[in-house]
């Protein structure tokens, strides 16, 4: 695997703290958006990009849920050496721009949430529309939730990376709040996109940057401070049957 494909596959250093969860906010609000999906497909398969040596899976299990990490084929032998898989969890060894990872799905019809925490802003633009188009045309009911930084931070991102900052891969990706409507244009299956908002009753945490986390949420309708904010968004994708479902067929 080219040092691109494997960058492609997990998340920075720098996006996620410690072993592949993060702290803050935004962790949060992955967790929170991952639990709503279970109440309502407690036997769905969560799918982790990304994920590197993240234990998402202990935190999150309900007993019923199915877990799938998708990583680099080098991650995914030491992940394997310390969190061996198990009848409900499973490492895959892909890139996330191979989308053969989604044919390890095991029963779809039982509901899928894929998660890419700090992955998609990675990707060049046309394989982010790829991975949204795949998940929406394979997994029918299912979701996506993942995090981007708006387009003016991609920028700094990108500048300091290369000016060996906190940004060690290259940061290829960034969208802004007024285009969440346009990335439902990524398939005729995808009928809705929203920012994930903060979980109610959340701890006193802070952003990076020490911002307060209740105060994001408020803040992020300030244009210039909302420029920097990072998003955490969830797409999700027509089930069945469904007329959305039946254009896509035709098209």
């Not at 967790?31 to 036997?43: F, M």
């Not at 633009?125 to 009911?141: N, Q």
Request: proline share 11%.
């Amino acid at each position: 695997m080219t040092e691109s494909e494997r960058t492609e596959s997990e998340a920075p250093g720098g996006w996620e703290a410690g072993p592949g969860r993060e702290p803050g906010a935004r962790g949060r609000r992955f967790d929170a958006a991952v639990r709503a999906y279970l109440e309502r497909h407690p036997e769905a398969t969560v799918v982790a990009l990304g994920e590197g040596l993240g234990t998402g899976f202990w935190q999150l299990d309900n007993g019923l849920l199915n877990w799938l990490t998708v990583v680099s084929p080098e991650t995914a032998a030491v992940r394997r050496i310390l969190l061996p898989d198990s009848a409900r969890r499973r490492t895959v060894a892909r890139a996330v721009t191979d989308h053969s990872w989604l044919d390890a799905v095991r029963e779809p019809e039982r509901g899928v949430i894929v998660t890419a925490r700090g992955v998609l802003m990675r990707l060049p633009p046309p394989a982010v529309r790829a991975l949204l188009a795949a998940c929406a045309e394979r997994f029918p009911g299912g979701a996506l939730v993942f995090d981007a930084p708006p387009r003016r931070a991609a920028v700094r991102a990108r500048w300091a990376g290369g000016a060996g900052g906190r940004w060690p891969a290259p940061v290829r990706w960034g969208l802004d709040r007024a285009q969440l409507p346009r990335l439902a244009g990524a398939h005729p299956g995808i009928v809705a996109v929203r920012e994930v908002g903060p979980p109610s009753a959340a701890p006193r945490r802070t952003e990076p940057g020490g911002l307060p986390a209740r105060l994001v949420w408020p803040v992020r309708r300030i244009p210039l401070l909302g420029a920097l904010i990072p998003l955490v968004c969830e797409v999700r994708f027509a089930p069945a049957g469904s007329p959305r479902r039946a254009s896509s067929a035709v098209s």
